[in-house]
């Protein structure tokens, strides 16, 4: 196991499609995986018993996300035949097997704990592609099971991206011993308390020592990085110390609304401020580029386009080319949030938005260009989206040069 590597939460790997007979229970009460011989590699051979966490991802927004604790168990059927083995994966019905169809997708992932996450992902969805990128597995020939062993899995390091990922399937990173000289730092610089964003953004750019002419992608995803990294470090330091003072209400009571309004903060904290450092990061791009820009103006029906070029004041000059006129929105996970980008900015046709969300599926980037949104990305997500998605894919660099372009003259 190795500090910011996958290995840190997984030790082993197999996914699979369920094929109607694993899915349906209508034609087998069995509860038992086909093509199970190639797990003995991360298994070994002997009966055993995995606690295990059931969890049923969709893109469905009416679909709720399922979950369930209960068990795996690995033995052989033949156990006592002298010559043979027929080893099998048994599963107990749950809410979350109650969901399994045919074509879905399962993975069954080992923690180092001798537990089980078992991650079953609807057919050619966003969280399926997300799954299958975050363990390096190829979508074809998943007919049988599909083994990722634990000298594999400690070669894959952890980025934001795939930090995402861990977040969307209910795991907490946690950050590396490494980062603490940077918390030191942040807490040298602003005291224990959570900073602006502005402020926060502008010192982690500081901190890496980045030229964003170097690479728009990379150094996007860097700044993104460090700056998620810091965050979570200042974040675990400040809540330790929060519940090392408690939470004690009147006469000895507990403070439980105190708690989970706590609680609540932290999560809402964590959403918000992943969106504007994006659009901080976006904006420190912009501007070493020389490119012009009005960031959050007010356009009609009182909607706030996140980035409008070369500005909101040629937006309402009716007089201005519309040709020249690009909108970008910037969302760090897109899913079904896009559309909200639809109403903004009417005098410019094609959308665009950035996202730092890999492996959307095919039925939404279809129904992104249906409704004339582009999607720009950082080149090291584009390998996360299918061959026949990413030709339509657009890199940060790329986008900055479209606009570089539309600006040629710009305010001479």
């Given amino acids: 196991m190795k500090k910011g590597y996958l290995s840190e939460y997984f030790s082993g790997v197999a996914a ?22 190639r797990l003995k590699s991360i298994l070994g051979a002997d009966k055993r018993t995995l606690p295990t966490l059931f969890v049923y991802l969709s893109d469905a927004e009416d679909e709720t996300t399922a979950s369930a604790e209960g068990f795996l168990t690995w033995y052989d059927a033949r156990a006592y035949h002298p010559t043979r083995s027929e080893h099998r994966l048994y599963f107990p019905t749950t809410p979350v097997s109650d969901k399994f169809r045919a074509g879905d ?20 969805s966003t969280a399926a592609n997300q799954i299958l990128w975050l363990f390096g597995i190829s979508r074809e020939n998943l007919d049988g099971f599909k083994i990722v062993d634990k000298e594999e899995i400690d070669e894959y390091e952890l980025e934001y991206t795939s930090r995402l990922i861990l977040s969307e399937i209910g795991i907490e990173y946690e950050p590396e011993p490494e980062i603490q000289p940077l918390l030191e730092s942040i807490l040298s610089k602003f005291g224990p308390m959570f900073p602006p964003t ?13 030229d964003a002419r170097d690479g728009p992608d990379e150094v996007l995803l860097a700044w993104m990085d460090t700056e998620e990294a810091g965050f979570r470090a200042l974040e675990r330091y400040l809540i330790y110390e929060r519940l090392q003072a408690g939470f004690n209400g009147e006469g000895g009571t507990v403070d439980v609304d105190g708690f989970i309004s706590f609680s609540l903060g932290v999560q809402n904290r964590r959403k918000s401020r992943a969106g504007y450092a994006l659009e901080n990061h976006l904006e420190a791009v912009f501007t070493a580029y020389g490119i012009h820009y009005s960031r959050t103006a007010v356009t009609e029906n009182k909607s706030k386009p996140d980035f409008i070029f070369p500005g909101v004041a040629e937006y309402k000059d009716a007089a201005f080319p519309e040709d020249r006129l690009t909108m970008l929105a910037a969302k760090t996970s897109a899913k079904d949030r896009w559309r909200q980008i639809l109403g903004e900015a009417d005098r410019i046709p094609t959308k665009h938005l950035i996202t730092l969300e890999p492996g959307i599926s095919e039925n939404q980037t279809d129904e992104m260009k249906a409704r004339n949104v582009a999607l720009v990305l950082p080149r090291l997500i584009h390998d996360s989206y299918s061959a026949a998605q990413r030709p339509w894919l657009i890199d940060v660099e790329s986008f900055v040069s479209m606009i570089a372009a539309r600006q040629e003259g710009f305010g001479r």
């Fill in 105 to 124: 997708l399962f993975v069954m992932a080992l923690r180092p704990d001798g537990s089980a996450l078992c991650l079953i992902a609807e057919s050619k």
């Fill in 198 to 210: 502005r402020a926060f953004s502008e010192f982690i750019r500081n901190t890496c020592r980045l």
């Fill in 16 to 37: 699979k499609t369920l094929s109607a007979v694993e899915a349906d229970p209508k034609k087998s009460n069995q509860h038992e995986f086909n093509g199970v011989s």
